[in-house]
């Protein structure tokens, strides 16, 4: 289907952490759109009847009196759940919402088919494009000039990251060319996180490479380490590259 004629829905979450299975949903925004304009809008905070770290508080503003009295997960997701099915997810490291809502789900026993559903990661599709030199949303943001929505909370996040789609897809005609691309795994050009992010990877010693494929890192990731990793064996500079003074 041609991209001007999908219907797309842009979901982000906040949660009391970064684990999709045992932490809990604070905050969920969901936008209804296509290329054209906006169909239905859906905000909430959440009460996750469970403290909310401080270091998650930091990141979202979101504060335990900013929950209290608020829906639970449980009551609001029968109209979530409806209002994503049959549509393209879109989202910022999608999986991790997926996954979160999915979890939710399960834990109440809602019937949910979220991780079912095809789904378009921006994040996947900016280290496509590869323009950015960083790829969070907020970074994206600003090398395409999309005015700012104020402080990371998810409907400020999910107006911000539809501009930031559009703006990824334009050498795009149809979803189908989107999702035949995003089947293959991107090389990454620098790493994206630990201790050597921010580094090319044919800078990283490769005792840290070495270690780090054995890692779950998402398959991105995986591939650029294993692409670097055998880059090096073939040119037999395994022990070059990770001693430090090889040059000297």
Request: glycine residues 4%.
């Amino acid at each position: 289907m041609q991209l001007s004629d999908q219907v797309f829905i842009c979901l982000d979450c906040e949660s009391t952490g970064l684990d999709p299975e045992t932490d809990r949903a604070i905050e969920v925004a969901a936008t209804l759109f296509t290329f054209k304009e906006v169909l239905q809008k859906y905000e909430t905070l959440l009460d996750p009847e469970c403290p909310i770290p401080k270091a998650s508080q930091e990141i979202h503003k979101i504060s335990q009196e900013m929950i209290a009295g608020k829906p639970k997960i449980r009551e609001i997701l029968p109209h979530l759940i409806e209002m994503i099915a049959g549509h393209i997810l879109v989202g910022h490291g999608i999986a991790f919402d997926i996954a979160l809502i999915a979890n939710e789900a399960k834990r109440f026993q809602i019937p949910c088919r979220i991780q079912s559903q095809p789904s378009i990661d921006t994040l996947r599709l900016a280290r496509l494009y590869g323009g950015s030199p960083v790829n969070s949303l907020e970074r994206l943001r600003e090398h395409f000039n999309i005015q700012s929505e104020g402080a990371h909370r998810a409907m400020s996040d999910v107006t911000v990251n539809i501009e930031v789609f559009k703006q990824l897809t334009k050498n795009f005609n149809t979803t189908e060319q989107i999702f035949k691309t995003l089947q293959k795994p991107i090389k990454l050009k620098a790493m994206p996180l630990g201790k050597h992010k921010g580094r090319r990877f044919e800078e990283i010693p490769v005792e840290y490479l070495l270690w780090a494929e054995k890692k779950d890192f998402d398959q991105d990731l995986l591939y650029s380490i294993r692409s670097e990793l055998r880059s090096r064996k073939k040119g037999n500079h395994f022990e070059q590259a990770s001693n430090p003074f090889s040059n000297l």
